[in-house]
Nanobody
Framework: VQLQASGGGLVQAGGSLGLSCAAS????????MGWFRQDPGKEREIVAA????????SYADSVKGRFTISKDNANDMVYLQMNSLKPEDTAVYYC?????????????????WGQGTQVTVSS
């Protein structure tokens, strides 16, 4: 699976951004997906994850109620809608795919990674 993330940018605190991740190469619908983020010098952390069918989701406590992950198996896409952004949401965001069928929250569980997209939230 090849993954291509897009949609990052600069936004003021309180604003919104939508990230997209396009998948290609294998049967996308069989993969569960996740969005991670990483600041320089810090470990990569889970932001949100979704099961292969889209029926189960999981969110980091820091983004619950503000971010929404969704999966479009018909078009091989996964999305992350980010609302009420805060400066602490600033990071490089990565989409990832795993062959595990449930919701996976550890980066070690993921098999494929897209390139990162920078999200910067100004105060």
């Amino acid at each position: 699976v090849q993954l291509q993330a897009s949609g990052g940018g600069l936004v003021q605190a309180g604003g919104s951004l939508g990230l997209s991740c396009a998948a290609s190469g294998r049967t996308f619908s069989r993969y569960s997906m996740g969005w991670f983020r990483q600041d320089p010098g810090k470990e990569r952390e889970i932001v949100a994850a979704i099961s292969w069918s889209g029926g189960m989701t999981s969110y980091a406590d820091s983004v619950k109620g503000r971010f929404t992950i969704s999966k479009d198996n018909a078009n091989d896409m996964v999305y992350l809608q980010m609302n009420s952004l805060k400066p602490e949401d600033t990071a490089v965001y990565y989409c990832a795919a795993t062959r595990l069928l449930g919701v996976s929250t550890s980066p070690h569980q993921y098999d494929y990674w897209g390139q990162g997209t920078q999200v910067t939230v100004s105060s």
